[in-house]
């Protein structure tokens, strides 16, 4: 069954360096998400992507973050320069065509890189 | 905005215990609605589902229906098992935009032998 892939699984940084989270989408799935999960608390959205272009991004999201796709199957998550708050959780989300798709408008989760800023 | 609401943990039970976890939302219209399970160290993984009112979500021995006089999506199992010790977080779909997930903020359950 395709699965959404992340990598790594557990990132360690210095506060101030750039970070890199990366995902594998499910193949033929057209909209793309990043969720964070702080630790403890609920799960919180954090930017769509579709098209090859942000279609939605939360207040969190702020210049230091950026999203990209590079090559078509990869979908990268950037932090420029890290904060201590920004350790958490990160998940990324895949979901096909709502209307041809046998899924529908259900999005598809990856297990996470956990970020860890010190 | 859209918001959804979980009553709040820990949720202790002993083995073959009945289980019901409040979930109501507020939103426009009427989202698809969802509960997702967190095992200890894993990520997210759909439990179940439902897109319009009256459906009922059904997965693992877990049921929900989709209420929308009350707005509310609670979560039951009529005999839970020390396996379903997770999170489990009730969330909808925002209809606006490119459907980003709402979620609440999780209910952690506790089965004891």
């Known amino acids: 069954e395709p699965e959404v892939t992340q990598t790594p699984s557990h990132q360690v940084t210095q506060m101030g360096q750039e970070v890199i989270l990366r995902c594998v989408p499910i193949?033929?799935?057209?909209?793309f998400y990043w969720y964070r999960q702080i630790l403890g608390q609920k799960v919180e959205f954090l930017v769509s992507f579709y098209n090859n272009e942000i279609s939605e991004k939360s207040e969190i999201f702020d210049d230091q973050f950026s999203v990209e796709r590079p090559d078509g199957s990869n979908f990268t998550l950037k932090i420029r320069s890290t904060k201590l708050e920004d350790s958490a959780m990160y998940f990324c989300?895949?979901?096909?065509?709502?209307?041809?798709?046998?899924?529908?408008?259900?999005?598809?989760f990856g297990p996470g890189t956990r970020l860890t800023v010190l | 905005g859209d918001s959804v609401t979980q009553m709040e943990g820990p949720v202790t039970l002993s083995e073959e215990a009945f289980l019901t976890i409040n979930c109501t939302y507020t939103?426009?219209?009427?989202?698809?609605l969802f509960w997702y399970v967190q095992y200890p160290g894993e990520g997210l993984q759909l439990l179940l589902k439902a897109t319009k009112a009256d459906d009922k979500g059904s997965n693992k021995g877990f049921e929900a229906t989709y209420r929308k006089e009350t707005t509310s999506f609670h979560l039951e199992k009529g005999s839970v098992q020390v396996s379903d010790s997770a999170v489990y977080f009730c969330?909808?779909?925002?209809?606006?935009?490119?459907?980003?997930?709402?979620f609440g903020a999780g209910t952690r359950l506790a089965v004891h032998p």
């Open positions: 193949s033929n799935h057209l909209y």
């Open positions: 939103a426009t219209g009427y989202p698809s």
């Open positions: 969330a909808l779909l925002s209809s606006g935009g490119y459907n980003k997930l709402i």
């Open positions: 989300a895949s979901r096909g065509n709502t209307w041809t798709s046998g899924s529908g408008n259900e999005q598809f």
